[in-house]
């Protein structure tokens, strides 16, 4: 079975700083998708970021970015000029088998932003 | 455009008694699932289903039920609630050959007294 484990149950950073949430993964598949949700106090589900385990492109959306390494089975988001919004429960996520069948998150991190 | 609505959000059950938590989304994604979220756990996969009329236990299936005669429609019964399934549920839909994106409802928060 696929494990998701995200190490930092909280996270605090500076408005405006940087921050990087770690999430590694265990798998034996080689065709695979890696996701960071976030929920925010209103309890929605919001997709951050999209990774193909085929592309060795690391995804960005704006201000969000992954480190995408595949040997060690490693996934972390990268957070610029943090802003006060982006104060959440952030979740790492794998998919596999076509995705017929269910993500694998991670337990969570939460993200303090200080004004 | 509605999406993916759950119905109700909130509800308080006792102990013993049914408690179904229905799921709509008008997208016609083939694929819909059922989550449940805890604190220290994340969400873990309850059911999901490929398509209407198939269904299959996800991790951790016990005193749950659902079907799906409709490929809009995936409702959990909790045939005979306990203060364990006290948790928050959310139901979400993917397209099928897709790139594994699930799209959430907005979760129902169940409280088993």
């Known amino acids: 079975a696929q494990t998701v484990t995200q190490s930092q149950p909280e996270m605090s950073v500076q408005e405006a700083e940087t921050v990087t949430l770690s999430c590694t993964y265990d798998?034996?598949?080689?065709?695979?998708?890696l996701f960071w949700y976030k929920q925010p106090p209103s309890r929605q589900m919001i997709l951050v970021i999209r990774q193909e385990a085929y592309k060795q492109q690391n995804a960005t959306e704006n201000r969000f970015s992954v480190n995408f390494q595949k040997a060690a089975k490693s996934f972390s988001l990268k957070i610029s000029d943090s802003q006060l919004g982006d104060a959440a429960m952030y979740f790492c996520a794998y998919g596999s088998g076509g995705g017929a069948d269910g993500l694998t998150f991670g337990k969570g991190t939460h993200l303090i932003i200080q004004p | 455009d509605a999406g993916i609505t759950q119905s109700p959000r909130y509800k308080i059950t006792e102990t013993g008694r049914q408690v179904t938590l229905m799921c709509h989304q008008t997208?016609?994604?083939?694929?819909m699932f059922w989550y449940r979220q805890d604190l220290g756990h994340g969400l873990r996969l309850i059911y999901y289903s490929a398509a209407a009329d198939i269904t299959d236990k996800g991790e951790v299936p016990d005193g749950y039920v659902v079907s799906r005669s409709k490929t809009e429609n995936f409702p959990l019964t909790l045939e005979s609630a306990t203060r364990s399934q006290t948790s928050v549920y959310f139901c979400?839909?993917?397209?099928?050959?897709?790139?594994?994106?699930?799209?959430f409802g907005p979760g129902t928060r169940l409280t088993v007294t």
């Open positions: 979400a839909s993917s397209i099928a050959g897709s790139s594994y994106e699930q799209y």
């Open positions: 798998t034996s598949e080689s065709d695979y998708y």
């Open positions: 997208w016609s994604h083939s694929y």
